[in-house]
């Protein structure tokens, strides 16, 4: 839950630091999230190669709009793998 400049103000010293311990704890948990989500990632990239490949080299004009679809999914996966903090942008642009 997000707090107010004034609302954090206004806790004790015991109720902030419990926040933080909280906070680090989410922060760890996401954190074992993502890369376990990147390992799954990486190995689906890594069996699925030979496709990935082949999408990777397709120009979009001559694609039916599935292909452009696998072709965009491919490459925000081959992204997210490379360089998970560029994701959102890369995305933002293929729209």
């Given at each position: 839950m997000q707090r107010t400049?004034?609302?954090?103000?206004?806790?004790s010293s015991e109720d902030l630091v419990v926040r933080v311990l909280?906070?680090?704890?989410?922060?760890?948990e996401?954190?074992?999230?993502?890369d376990s989500l990147?390992?799954?990632l990486n190995r689906v990239l890594n069996v699925k190669e030979d496709e990935v490949t082949t999408n990777a080299g397709q120009s979009e004009a001559g694609?039916?709009?599935?292909?452009?679809?696998l072709k965009?999914?491919?490459?925000?996966?081959?992204?997210?793998?490379?360089?998970?903090?560029s994701l959102i942008k890369?995305?933002?642009?293929?729209?």
């Open positions: 400049r004034q609302e954090l103000q206004a806790m909280e906070l680090q704890d989410m922060l760890r996401g954190l074992a999230v993502r990147h390992a799954v694609l039916s709009p599935d292909e452009v679809e965009r999914a491919w490459a925000a996966a081959r992204q997210a793998v490379s360089n998970p903090t890369f995305l933002a642009e293929a729209d």
